[in-house]
């Protein structure tokens, strides 16, 4: 998605300006298609990660996990 949007950023084109919105729904339709794939093989465990993990965008709060 940020690549999507780099792309447009640095080349701004009637090309890029058009192709875009139409990548992007693609993306964001595959994504979620991956998603009931995911959810079909690894159940709970998946929406538990769902819950945690932003879909494309990450946050940009501190984290409360530990490394070891």
Partial sequence: ????IGFLVQ???IVTLLMSPI??????????QEEKMLIEMFGSEY????DLVPRFLPKLKKSNYQYS
């Fill in 1 to 4: 998605m940020l690549a999507i």
């Fill in 11 to 13: 080349w701004p084109t």
């Fill in 23 to 32: 990548l992007m729904f693609i993306y964001v339709r595959l994504a979620k």
């Fill in 47 to 50: 929406i538990q990660y769902m």
